[in-house]
């Protein structure tokens, strides 16, 4: 799956690859790199999705690959690696804040499709019975 938003000067990709049954999530735009990495996880004692990240020095993606691993795998209920890595030059701060409101939705359009995903699964199988 991959999801492209293009916002001003900067196209910003989404891909998704699974890793058994846990979920790699890539974010980037600009100049492709890894700035940031995050683990999400799901506790199923406790229904609750925690994450934790590491992020390269200088780089600001790690806010968006906390929130990215956290959602998705409260979503899942699996474990999501995400990794961001955006960079744009002479970047302003309006640019910033349009391409954190753009990898929200981009992680929400996913969850979305996670959803739709099931729902049709749970129909085939319904009509399979």
Known sequence: MKIIKTIGRITLVLEKR?????????????????GAVALGYYDDETNI??????????????????????VISKETKKTTLFAAGIHLKNITLEEISDIEKTCTSMV??????????IKLNSMNSKHTH
């Open 18 to 34: 699974y890793v058994g049954d846990d979920t790699l999530i890539l974010l980037t735009g600009g100049e492709e790199h890894i």
């Open 49 to 70: 999705a925690n994450s934790s990240v590491i992020s390269a020095p200088g780089h600001r993606e790690e806010q968006i690959a906390l929130d990215g691993a956290r």
């Open 108 to 117: 929400n359009e996913y969850i979305k499709c996670i959803r739709d995903e």
